[in-house]
């Protein structure tokens, strides 16, 4: 192969438009100079080795061929000719001028850097190859001419004469955050998000920054908005527009310190202030947008437990929903605002197959391990279908273990591998095998885990659908969604549900109610 700009060798080079100029000194026929002679270069002590037909030899994958050492000896006075400053002149398809040291192309002497492109040739130079690394005693001087006494960009220096490249020649350096090989099983996505159709990711989806639609509030004062909200309140009537425009736009870690602050400064407590001047829904989504995440959730849990008749949809939802230091910190708060565990009232007001999924769920103590191992992966699968649809009657703790022990992105892997090994979704098997609490709460659980936001999307469309509202289901996930994955769901209700979340709100509630809970939502899609 050829390079461009340099001629096939039939007879030496001769002289063409673009390519070297002939100046006084060029190729002088002399000795250990290059002669022009039939059939290109003789091997000459010391100079170029014997050519293949076609000028250079045959090159190796990513540039140049392995020299041998004395490839390029130092010149003999008289052979090239001194350069103009800038080194080469310009040339019709030759090389360009050697870009400065720390630009891109010039590189640190090292060599250059891996740019994630580990297994494409670099079209420059190449110190590192697969078979031969460049091994050439540099003479002083040696690099670009007309430069001398500086090595060239990418050439190792004299005290590593084969060191490779990062990234090019030897083995590519591996991008970062990819898998050094392809996946075991090529059919499963290793990377990407994914719907809940039964095709789920099987690494957690690619975090794209924060999702939520309240963030903090620059400058946000305790004390100022102590003022504001006193002052909403004082006399005759209440500025209900005053508390919604400052409670829908401060952050969690900013309202919860409002209760100090305003009793710091007036003497008075503020969520009795707020009681007394508010009602209603509105009244109920105040009040809990100034508890912090664990004292709302624990405050719902024991909500749920204590009514007549559980809400075991809450019980799901908060517990497989939240990470395990969330869960240890509802157990704790619990405890202490109701001097029970959070177990004990499990216990009481649960029972069987249903309980020992809450009582699991409680604990906290799911792995948390971001890494899939795909045979284990389908080990678990296999479990699954041995206590489901491959038998009579199903075993019941079998899924318990895997659906509560398991990490999630484990589980995603595991849910795939179902589905492939029995071509049913798991959601399906369980409808199935499984009826009443039990049905219902181990589905909430895959659904949650399977896809996160299309599961808080579904709790939301249900609670507003049909005649009346699920507020207390409304007001809780839009307020503890609205600072992790508020946007997610958003797009995943209207691609679900064919309209905005902020449509079905607006259309389903009413008054200052539906205005703060719109700042919560955040926008329509």
């Known amino acids: 192969m050829s390079y461009p700009g340099y001629p096939p060798q039939a007879g030496g080079y001769p ?7 002939s100046q006084p000194g060029a190729y002088p026929p002399q000795p250990g100079a290059y002669p022009p002679q039939a059939g290109g270069y003789p091997p000459q002590a010391g100079g170029y080795p014997p050519q293949q037909p076609g000028g250079y030899p045959p090159q190796q994958p990513g540039g140049y061929p392995p020299q041998q050492p004395g490839g390029y000896p130092p010149q003999q006075p008289g052979g090239y000719p001194p350069q103009q400053p800038g080194g080469y002149p310009p040339q019709a398809g030759g090389y360009p001028q050697a870009p400065p040291q720390g630009s891109w192309g010039g590189g640190p002497a090292g060599g250059y850097p891996s740019i994630g492109l580990g297994n494409l040739s670099n079209p420059g130079y190449n110190p590192g190859m697969p078979g031969g690394g460049m091994q050439q005693p540099q003479s002083q001087g040696m690099g670009y001419p007309g430069q001398p006494g500086q090595p060239m960009p990418g050439y190792p220096g004299a005290p590593q004469p084969n060191q ?9 350096a591996p991008s970062p955050g990819y898998p050094k090989a392809p996946s075991p099983n090529p059919s499963m996505p290793v990377y990407g998000g994914g719907g809940g159709g039964g095709v789920m990711p099987i690494a957690p989806p690619i975090k794209r920054g924060f999702r939520g639609t309240i ?10 908005d102590s003022e504001v909200l006193r002052k909403a309140m004082k006399g005759f009537g209440t500025d209900e527009q005053a508390i919604i425009e400052l409670l829908g736009s401060r952050s969690n870690r900013q309202r919860v310190p409002l209760l100090r602050s305003y009793k710091t400064a007036y ?33 719902e849990l024991h909500s749920a437990i204590k009514g007549a008749g559980t809400d075991e949809a809450c019980l799901i939802e908060i517990l497989s929903s939240r990470s395990n230091a969330e869960i240890k910190e509802i157990n704790r708060i619990y405890k202490q605002e109701n001097k029970k565990t959070l177990e004990d009232s499990i216990s009481g007001d649960t029972s069987g197959h249903f309980r020992r999924l809450l009582i699991s769920l409680a604990q906290g103590n799911r792995d948390e391990r971001e890494h899939v191992d795909i045979s284990l992966a389908k080990q678990d699968a296999q479990s699954l279908y041995a206590a489901g649809e491959n038998k009579l009657g199903t075993d019941e703790s ?19 591998e179902y589905q492939k ?9 369980i409808e199935r095998e499984m009826s009443g609490d039990l049905e219902s709460g181990m589905l909430a659980v895959v659904k949650c885990i399977k ?14 659908k049909g005649a009346g509202t699920k507020d207390t289901t409304l007001i809780r996930i839009m307020v503890t969604r609205s600072e992790v994955d508020m946007l997610d769901i958003r797009q995943e209700y209207v691609k679900n549900y064919g309209k905005s979340l902020y449509t079905h709100i607006s259309g389903d509630t009413s008054g200052d109610y539906k205005k703060l809970l719109l700042k919560f939502c955040g926008g329509s899609d």
Do not use: W
């Open 215 to 224: 963030k903090d509030f620059p400058g946000a004062d305790p004390l100022r």
């Open 421 to 429: 090994m029995c071509g049913r979704d798991i959601e399906k098997s």
């Open 267 to 299: 003497g008075k407590d503020l969520v009795k202030d707020l009681n007394s001047e508010l009602s209603g829904d509105f009244r109920k989504l105040v009040m809990i947008t100034l508890k912090t995440p664990a004292e709302l959730d624990a405050s």
């Open 164 to 172: 490779p490249m990062p990234g090019y020649g030897g083995a590519p």
């Open 15 to 21: 002289p063409q438009p673009g390519a070297y100029p």
């Open 398 to 416: 079998k899924f318990n273990a895997i659906l509560c022990a398991r990490s999630k992105p484990h589980l995603r892997a595991v849910f795939m």
């Open 451 to 464: 896809h996160t936001p299309a599961y808080f999307a579904e709790r939301l469309y249900k609670a507003m």
